[in-house]
């Protein structure tokens, strides 16, 4: 007959290795079972052996004994508790099925690029504004000092109507506005300065569509005139509103351009996001920035005193500048789209990527 | 402009390379389209319309000599000839005599004969030629090429023997006369086109191109060299017309330099000489009967400061405007300042100062931030409503689209009112883009094809733009829906839009402006399925239309015609008008519990629903707060041509508890209207 003592620890051992392997309730019940069982449990089995060992031996053999059994009984509770608590409830569902979304439309790229920007200049406190999509001769060339032959209207070949078209603006219309421009100039025939506005909206070229040219595309343009303001300041408000439209890290330069209605008049560029501006290796082979390490993204300068003029302020007393800038093109940058066609295609796949 | 960088070098010794040279001219308003670096290396400028001075190797050389502060060594010219004339008192006979008819087309007239021997010109005048952009093609026309690249002069050559009585006129022609160009085409004038004539006829088109029948060429012996200044607006004007650009009109329709045409003459004939192509016979001519003198601006260090927002010395001010060819003069409180004939641009004082600042460099300029001086008036309202719209349309699934304003005519046709034709543009792209749209919902649709092409079946599109109908411009928001009705999911099965999905989309909208109380009232539209098409409207205020697409109309721009297609298009300048909340006030909330009674009749399957709530509301105590349709059923039980209705009633009073007696008998009296009215039976 084996040592009972030895026989005591080699059910130990046992025990703990079946109860290990058994997951879940009911796996954990048979180890209860074949080892408490009034009939033909193990430890039960175990203590009757018990009897037939020498009488002097008992007392210790008891002993131990009863220790397994506290032991079994003890951690039998404890696994028992432990896997109650995994059990599946009545009315459980699958919670790694897919959940039913509720459906959620994207606003459009150009309106998440037109909407950052309009929060950048409110909180500068410009006022935004809207006005007609078509305009009049007047407005839209002759009272931003191009008057009808000026070589810069080829600069911006426009579309014309074949008959006049009431605008929203409740005058007749004769052509589909090129910049929107015309709409600060009827801001300004109506109010007296300081004016510190924004005017984002639709304007229309007569481009062929290509992969950087559509014929309708989105724009904001700003304006603000008061009795001190300065070329400084220009470059001070577009240098902050690009590196919060841009980023921080992002380099800007300001340099001499040409535009009939400003004097002086500048282009903004930015570093270019493929090869990360002037300096960088990749510089060299850049196609999207022509190898310069810049990309231009806006036009400004001082409103021409022309155009002070025309609405009946005195250029003298006044100042002013202005700025214009793609939505399409800082999307563009902002997000590497490859093609502008794509803001019109509409495709769902492409408008989903954007963030809500 | 294709600046040779050893012409440039010639001109001013440039302290660098191709590359350095351009990027910092960049800097100073002259944008870098590319460079070259072949075996003449080429900076490829784009020249603002502004700036035809620097049309020219010495325009841009003399930026450049401003920036380095370097000497300008401007080309040699040939001795005036005035003084050999001025010796010998004795009238010699006339080579070639100019009439300048026109002074108004063309102010002055510079003209000079020539003796020559034509031949290929020497290479290293073909080369600069050639980096330059054009093509060789003789020793004096290449001359005068050159002369235009370089001082920025355009020049003409005749041969002096192919024309009538070896007389130059100056002058309109007569509307329909004949000339055949240098490129070969027979072209009719008009009586606003300034030509060169001979006696007899034209033989140029002043200042844009020469004709073909004084061409010089390999037997030509004699020459009449032309250097003038063209009217910049008579010579767009004719350049538009005739849709032909030369060198000459861009030159000469954006400004060109008025004291030029002699110093033209004479540097062709330095370089005649120099490469032994001719010599000057006669006297030189130049006709220019009202002399302009030059320009005088007054400049104000304090405008410098106020525009630009920096102080610039006065050193530096003097530096930059005399290194640019302007004569600076101090005067009280101010320069006044002499514009060289070439700066046409330079008009008045804020034109200097962008002179000043341009080559004080505008990476130097401080950055400061606009004064705020007043309290910013409230944002434009529409700005606000179209945030609304799209937040409302995107928490209902819709996803903003954008989509052009211009389309097809056909396709815009089925969305206007009969015999009204859509908006045309004058000078389309294309067919496809001909007209102005009268609605949204051509673009949607388009949208929605092309989505459905790429295998894309539930969409669901918006759009806030302009529309254009015969009262004119105006903003609406259309929908577009196809495809399920809810989002795929596996706990059940899609179901398909229907009517009263878009119906429901478009109440959101309409209540999210505070218009709660719209209704819709059956209609037909031309581009709508008769049956369901609705107009939609708030009170007497007509607001929009909604419905089922027609089939065939959705097939004709790509879309299965078995898959519906529901649409709604609402005026948006409604919303701004109603969209005012300042008058809200909130409501007190009941205080006394409600009861509710359900009722089911049935009555005729045309009733409409509007028509039972109706006479609800018109039998029912005050003490009814809502009506519910919650059922509708046709079926067994229900005898043909007949609907089962059930309608949750609610009652309430503002002051006490109503009773079930009060709800009973209210309930009664609703019952037997309905009866009475519409032979509604209880079920």
């Keep these: ?356 | 402009m294709r600046l040779v960088y050893p012409w440039l070098c010639d001109l001013v010794r440039v302290p660098g390379d191709p590359d350095s040279i351009a990027a910092e001219m960049g800097l100073r308003g002259f944008e870098v389209a590319g460079v070259e670096h072949g075996r003449l290396p080429v900076i490829d400028f784009e020249i603002t319309a502004n700036r035809p001075d620097c049309l020219s190797h010495v325009g841009l050389a003399r930026e450049a000599a401003t920036i380095w502060g370097l000497p300008l060594h401007m080309p040699e010219l040939a001795p005036a000839s005035d003084d050999s004339r001025a010796a010998s008192r004795e009238p010699r006979a006339a080579v070639l005599e100019v009439d300048l008819q026109d002074a108004d087309g063309c102010p002055r007239y510079a003209a000079q004969a020539f003796e020559v021997t034509i031949g290929s010109s020497p290479a290293w005048l073909r080369d600069r030629l050639e980096a330059a952009g054009l093509r060789p093609i003789n020793n004096i026309v290449d001359v005068t090429n050159y002369v235009m690249l370089e001082i920025g002069q355009p020049m003409h050559a005749f041969d002096l023997d192919r024309l009538a009585g070896q007389r130059l006129v100056i002058r309109r022609a007569r509307a329909g006369e004949p000339l055949r160009t240098l490129d070969g085409v027979e072209r009719t004038l008009d009586a606003e086109t300034v030509v060169i004539a001979d006696a007899e006829r034209p033989c140029a088109i002043g200042g844009v191109m020469g004709g073909l029948d004084s061409e010089i060429g390999a037997s030509t012996t004699r020459i009449a060299l032309e250097s003038a200044y063209f009217k910049p607006t008579a010579i767009r004007r004719t350049s538009r017309r005739l849709a032909l650009k030369t060198e000459a009109s861009a030159r000469f329709e954006r400004g060109g330099d008025i004291e030029a045409p002699p110093a033209g003459i004479r540097r062709a004939a330095a370089l005649f000489a120099q490469i032994a192509a001719g010599r000057p016979i006669g006297d030189a001519i130049d006709v220019y009967p009202a002399p302009r003198p030059p320009l005088e601006v007054r400049l104000r260090a304090s405008r410098i400061e106020r525009v630009l927002g920096a102080s610039i010395g006065a050193a530096d001010v003097r530096r930059i405007l005399t290194a640019l060819g302007f004569i600076v003069a101090d005067a009280a409180d101010a320069w006044l300042v002499k514009v060289p004939s070439y700066r046409v641009d330079v008009m008045r004082e804020d034109d200097l100062v962008e002179e000043v600042g341009r080559h004080y460099g505008f990476g130097r300029l401080p950055m400061t931030f606009p004064v705020l001086d007043a309290p910013q008036a409230p944002p434009d309202p529409r700005v606000a409503r179209d945030r609304t719209v799209r937040q409302v349309l995107t928490a209902a699934g819709f996803s903003e689209s954008m989509t052009f304003a211009f389309i097809e005519r056909q396709a815009a046709l089925p969305f206007c009112d009969a015999g009204v034709e859509p908006a045309a543009i004058a000078n389309p792209l294309s067919e496809k883009f001909a007209v102005l749209r009268p609605s949204l919902m051509p673009g949607l649709i388009d949208s929605c094809a092309h989505n459905r092409r790429r295998g894309r079946k539930d969409v669901r599109l918006f759009e806030i733009g302009s529309r254009f109908t015969p009262s004119g411009e105006g903003r609406a928001i259309a929908l577009a829906w196809c495809g399920a009705s809810n989002e795929p999911h596996w706990s059940a099965a899609a179901r398909p839009v229907d009517f009263f999905d878009v119906k429901g989309a478009a109440e959101l909208l309409c209540g999210a402006f505070g218009l709660v109380a719209t209704e819709c009232v059956t209609a037909e539209r031309p581009y709508l399925l008769p049956g369901r098409t609705a107009r939609l409207r708030a009170g007497a205020d007509w607001l929009g239309e909604l419905g089922q697409l027609l089939p065939a109309l959705a097939e004709s721009r790509g879309f299965p015609a078995d898959e519906p297609i529901y649409v709604a298009e609402i005026d948006a300048d409604r919303f701004v008008a109603a969209g005012a909340t300042d008058a809200l006030r909130a409501a007190t909330l009941p205080r006394f519990p409600s009861i509710v009674r359900d009722v089911s009749i049935v009555v005729d399957e045309a009733l409409p629903a509007a028509a039972v709530r109706g006479t609800i509301r018109s039998a029912a105590p005050p003490t009814l707060a809502s009506v519910v349709e919650f059922d509708r059923y046709q079926g067994k039980g229900v005898p043909d041509g007949r609907v089962s209705l059930s309608l949750r009633l609610t009652f309430r009073a503002p002051d006490r508890t109503l009773t079930d007696d009060e709800a009973q008998s209210a309930t009664e009296h609703i019952v037997e209207a309905l009866g009475r009215e519409h032979d509604a039976e209880r079920r």
């Design chain 1, 1 to 356: 007959m084996p040592d009972p003592s030895s026989q005591i620890d080699a059910l130990r051992a046992q025990f703990d290795r079946d109860l290990a392997g058994a997951a879940g309730e009911p796996a954990v019940r048979a180890v209860r079972d074949r080892y408490l069982a009034r009939k033909g449990g193990l430890l039960t089995a175990l203590l009757k052996n018990l009897a037939s060992a020498p009488p002097e031996a008992r007392p210790l053999l008891g002993r131990l004994a009863n220790d397994l059994k506290g032991y079994i009984t003890t951690r039998l509770a404890e696994r028992l508790a432990e896997v109650a608590v995994s059990r599946r409830p009545a009315g459980a569902v699958d919670v790694t099925l897919p959940g039913r979304a509720p459906s959620i439309g994207h606003r459009h790229p150009l309106t998440l690029v037109r909407e950052a920007v309009e929060t950048i200049f409110a909180r500068m406190g410009f006022l935004v504004i809207e006005g007609p999509e078509l305009e009049d001769d007047y407005h839209n060339f002759e009272a931003l000092n191009m008057p009808a032959d000026h070589p810069a209207r080829d600069m911006q070949d426009t579309l014309y109507l074949a008959a006049p078209v009431r605008s929203a603006a409740g005058s007749p219309a004769t052509l589909l506005r090129t910049h929107t421009s015309g709409m600060q100039i009827r801001y300004l025939e109506t109010h007296q300065p300081p004016v510190r506005l924004i005017a984002p909206g639709r304007v229309y070229r007569r481009d062929d569509l290509d992969l950087s040219h559509t014929p309708m595309f989105t724009q904001v343009e700003g304006l603000v005139v008061g009795e001190r303001v300065t070329l400084a300041d220009l470059k001070g408000t577009l240098f902050a509103f690009l590196h919060e439209l841009f980023g921080q890290e992002r380099g800007v330069r300001f340099r001499p351009s040409f535009f009939p209605y400003t004097e002086p008049s500048a282009e903004v560029d930015i570093t270019c996001s493929a090869c990360g501006g002037p300096g960088n290796p990749a510089t060299a082979t850049c196609g999207l920035c022509k190898r310069t390490g810049w990309l231009e993204i806006l036009g400004s300068g001082m409103v021409h005193p022309a155009v002070f003029e025309a609405v009946g302020y005195d250029p003298e007393r006044y100042t002013g500048f202005a700025f214009g800038m793609g939505i399409e093109r800082a999307a563009i940058l902002k997000w590497g789209v490859e093609d502008i066609r794509l803001f019109y295609e509409n495709d769902l796949r492409f408008l989903e990527q954007f963030p809500l």
